[in-house]
């Protein structure tokens, strides 16, 4: 088995835990590094780019962060090992040595699943962005400026939204800058495309959610002012004023490697569930509780 490795070199938390993951997967797999991360690894093994990169899956060390920058530049199945501060889309905490070495024997022995997840393409005015596994973000490009977004489905101009910006997003990204904009969350075994509003004039809107097949359509107006497009809070693009951003469901999906995580349990102790999250006792240890009768 041949496993890629990259790790967010900044952390140096995350920096150790792959070191350890790196020295526990080299007497079991064929170990390569990414290029990105050559220096932090240096002289431990064959160095590949992310884009290049050939290997049975990828193992990213980081938060959510590491591991969306990963998606964009990867098409290999990711392992994300959690050394960050949220991590919704991790598999393993990287805190359990224990559940580290586990996760890399499972993963060596073949005994996972994958899992593949919606993602959404961007294009502006014919020029494709990177792939987007949580959200497209088209905001002004001044702080505090409201706009006017002219919003089309299907080609067919539907409305208008005065805001600070908009929030597509898929399903995995329904916990995240769009559950911020009071978005609801969706299990991202479903495939839908997320519409919320950020800061709107009228407090009232609410998000929406749409048929995966749609195409969303946005364009600022008046056409003399810009703003900018954000894919995944990863990559930045100047939307110059007038320009028409279309956003649709990608042929190209998102795969994770699972050893059996369920979605609403994972979000348990995060904070971001509508119920309270508090163990009560079930009718049976209700009775059990209760003296007995005289």
Request: aromatic share 6%; hydrophobic share 45%; proline share 7%.
């Amino acid at each position: 088995m041949r496993v890629g490795i990259t790790v967010h070199p900044e952390k140096a938390h995350a920096v150790v835990i792959a070191r350890r993951v790196v020295e526990a997967l080299r007497p079991r797999a064929e170990v390569v590094i990414a290029t990105e991360n050559a220096e932090t690894f240096e002289g431990i093994g064959p160095a590949e780019p992310l884009a290049s990169m050939r290997a049975d899956a990828l193992i990213a060390i980081g938060g959510d962060g590491t591991f969306l920058w990963s998606l964009q530049r990867s098409q290999l199945p990711l392992l994300p090992i959690h050394a960050g501060t949220v991590g919704f889309l991790a598999e393993v905490e990287g805190e359990s040595p224990t559940a580290v070495e586990q996760a890399l024997d499972r993963l060596c022995r073949g005994e996972f699943h994958l899992e593949e997840r919606m993602r959404l393409a961007t294009e502006v005015e014919g020029r494709h962005l990177p792939d987007a596994a949580n959200d497209v973000v088209v905001h002004t490009a001044q702080v505090a400026k409201m706009r006017h977004f002219e919003i089309a489905v299907d080609g067919e101009v539907v409305g208008q939204l005065r805001a600070d910006g908009v929030i597509l997003a898929t399903p995995t990204g329904s916990t995240s800058y769009s559950l911020s904009a009071s978005g609801p969350i969706i299990d991202p075994s479903l495939d839908a495309i997320e519409f919320t509003a950020l800061a709107p004039f009228r407090s009232s809107q609410r998000s929406v959610v749409l048929d995966p097949w749609r195409t969303l359509g946005l364009r600022l107006l008046p056409s003399e002012k810009d703003g900018v497009v954000v894919v995944d809070g990863q990559s930045e693009f100047v939307l110059r004023g007038g320009e028409r951003v279309q956003v649709y469901r990608s042929p190209r999906r998102a795969s994770f490697v699972r050893f059996g995580t369920r979605f609403v349990p994972h979000l348990i102790g995060k904070g971001v569930l509508p119920w309270n999250e508090e163990k009560f006792p079930s009718r049976q240890e209700v009775h059990a509780a209760l003296p007995p009768r005289a």
